[in-house]
């Protein structure tokens, strides 16, 4: 039979359809991981859809009366995005030239994200629940701009292009059953898609870290940020199982990299 030659082949094949790229400058942690996108989806594809997905969440808040109702926590917000935008040409020049938003949804839910192209949006739950300080809300938002900087949102994409078009052909060179196609796709989603998505977050904790460093605030606070978190998740899931890293890791790695940005925020202050 030729399976195996073809299955041989196959990571050469789908690698074919990428292109490898660095998004960033390392920086001072260190952040210098070849990424592999799609080589049709471009940068700018992936902003478009992200500032029409953005344009929506905002609009369905606005007509709910939930968009940017605080204006004290809006404000404090912006503020703390201003001087972190000011650092992002420290891990890529184009990106001060990006149309930066920030906008505030109120809700109980602990979430806040920053789409490809710099649309950040915070909801107020996370601020009020966790009673976050300024800078450990620098901590979190420098966390969601760093997915912006380093394009996981762009490379997710691609990610799961490569893996569905690697699992349909094993699949028909194999002739596999719906059964085992589906332990072949749970197969591929915790050997492939959940470590590199665990290795973004990892990237995104470094590259916030210094973002809020360079921005003059309190490295520590990255610290207490994820124990807050921790306190208030129930049934964490366990690191191998989870696109997150489990608390205690994830601490302990801050911790590890807290002396390398330490003297930019002494610089900063």
């Known amino acids: 039979m ?13 690698l074919a359809s990428c292109e490898s790229v660095q998004t960033t400058q390392g920086g001072a942690v260190g952040v210098d991981r070849s990424q592999y996108m799609f080589s049709a989806l471009s940068s700018t594809d992936v902003d478009q859809m992200a500032a029409e997905s953005y344009n929506e969440m905002l609009a369905e808040a606005k007509s709910k009366n939930l968009l940017n109702t605080n204006a004290a926590m809006l404000k404090r917000l912006r ?9 992002v040409d420290h891990f890529r020049s184009d990106a001060r030239t990006w149309n ?4 505030l949804i109120k809700s109980d839910e602990l979430n806040a994200s920053c789409m490809p192209g710099g649309k950040i949006l915070f ?6 629940k966790l009673k976050l300080s300024d800078d450990e809300i620098a901590q979190i938002m420098g966390h969601e701009i760093a997915h912006a900087l380093r394009e996981h949102g762009r490379e997710a994409i691609s990610r799961a292009y490569t893996t569905q078009m690697g699992t349909q052909v094993i699949g028909s060179l194999l002739g596999l059953g719906e059964g085992t196609r589906q332990a072949a796709d749970m197969a591929v989603q915790y050997g492939l898609t959940l470590p590199n998505s665990r290795s973004n977050e990892t990237e995104a904790d ?8 360079r921005a003059g605030y309190q490295p ?10 921790a ?3 129930q049934g964490e899931p366990p690191a191998f199982m989870s696109t997150h890293p489990n608390s205690s890791g994830r601490i302990q790695n801050l911790q590890h990299n807290i002396p390398k940005v330490r003297p930019l925020y002494d610089a900063a202050k």
């Open 2 to 14: 030729r399976i195996r030659p073809l299955l041989c082949c196959l990571p050469f094949l789908l």
């Open 79 to 87: 503020t703390i995005a201003d001087r972190l935008v000011k650092e």
């Open 100 to 103: 930066w938003e920030v906008n």
């Open 123 to 128: 909801y107020t739950g996370i601020v009020d």
């Open 206 to 213: 470094l590259i916030g870290l210094e973002l809020a460093a």
């Open 220 to 229: 520590d606070a990255a610290v207490t940020l994820w124990q807050k978190m």
């Open 231 to 233: 306190g208030a998740s």
